[in-house]
């Protein structure tokens, strides 16, 4: 088994996890007892993570055929937005404020308000064979997926839009630079998780080098050398204070990888 080693604290989105052996992904052979991780851009990895897991390049592809647009689930948004602008494809424009790899993009059901990764799917293929569209459960932000994604196929429909790519690239305007995970929370239905933050005094707060940002609350961002535990402080506080004052529980994005627990929290 090929191994890749990754110093997450440069890797990943928000800056923070160890420098681990991580086992490479080739020719659909999936490590037995492994976690998957993309390109480390909605994670925060503990110092101690679980045994972890990654696509290797031959899954970072992107090919018209008769039957729809194939892509590997280890193909970033950006060259996807790249080959359908080329080719006049559309539907994918907004995946180029998107951060991360296709698989991590179906296991959540990524998107941009309506704009979501499983509007024009067809159908993936896993370590069980091809999966149609309809098979799968999903909603916002979560999917019924729970095997490796090998790769995706899509509807591919003429008219690639400039128009909605600068719509979408407004929609990013108002996020923070600074390192973070993305957005932390999800937004509860009817509301936003930015405002519960804001509104429980939470905008700017700052444990270590953490914070949840003064540019956009639900970001969580590191101002350098932030830690998982200083991370999680916040996230545990921020939970806490909105499910005082409004009774709601704030469902995390971010997935938090440790040994204890490997789910989104």
Not at 131 to 147: L, V
Request: glycine content about 8%.
């Amino acid at each position: 088994m090929n191994t890749k080693r990754i110093d997450f604290s440069k890797f990943s989105s928000i800056r923070i996890g160890p420098i681990v052996e991580v086992a490479l992904i080739e020719n659909d052979v999936v490590p037995q007892g492994h976690f998957i991780v993309g390109s480390a851009n909605n994670v925060l990895i503990s110092p101690t993570p679980p045994s972890l897991m990654t696509l290797s390049k031959e899954y970072d592809f992107i090919r018209l055929e008769t039957d729809g647009l194939h892509i590997g689930a280890a193909t970033p948004g950006g060259r996807v937005v790249s080959f359908c602008k080329k080719n006049d494809i559309a539907h994918f424009e907004y995946l180029s404020k998107l951060p991360g790899t296709l698989g991590g993009m179906l296991k959540m059901n990524a998107g941009l308000k309506e704009y979501e990764i499983f509007n024009y799917l067809i159908a993936i293929r896993t370590q069980s064979g091809w999966k149609q569209k309809s098979e799968i459960e999903y909603g916002y932000r979560k999917t019924s997926i729970d095997e490796v994604v090998f790769e995706a196929v899509f509807e591919a429909q003429n008219g690639y839009s400039a128009e909605r790519y600068e719509m979408f690239a407004q929609m990013r305007s108002n996020q923070p630079n600074d390192p973070s995970a993305g957005s932390c929370f999800k937004n509860p239905p009817g509301d936003y998780a930015g405002r519960l933050i804001e509104a429980v005094g939470l905008k700017g707060q700052r444990v270590g080098a953490m914070a949840f940002s003064e540019v956009h609350a639900n970001f969580l961002v590191n101002m350098g050398g932030g830690t998982f535990a200083d991370a999680l402080s916040l996230i545990h506080e921020a939970q806490t204070r909105v499910k005082t004052a409004f009774d709601l529980d704030l469902q995390c994005e971010v997935v938090i990888i440790d040994c204890e627990n490997m789910t989104k929290k």
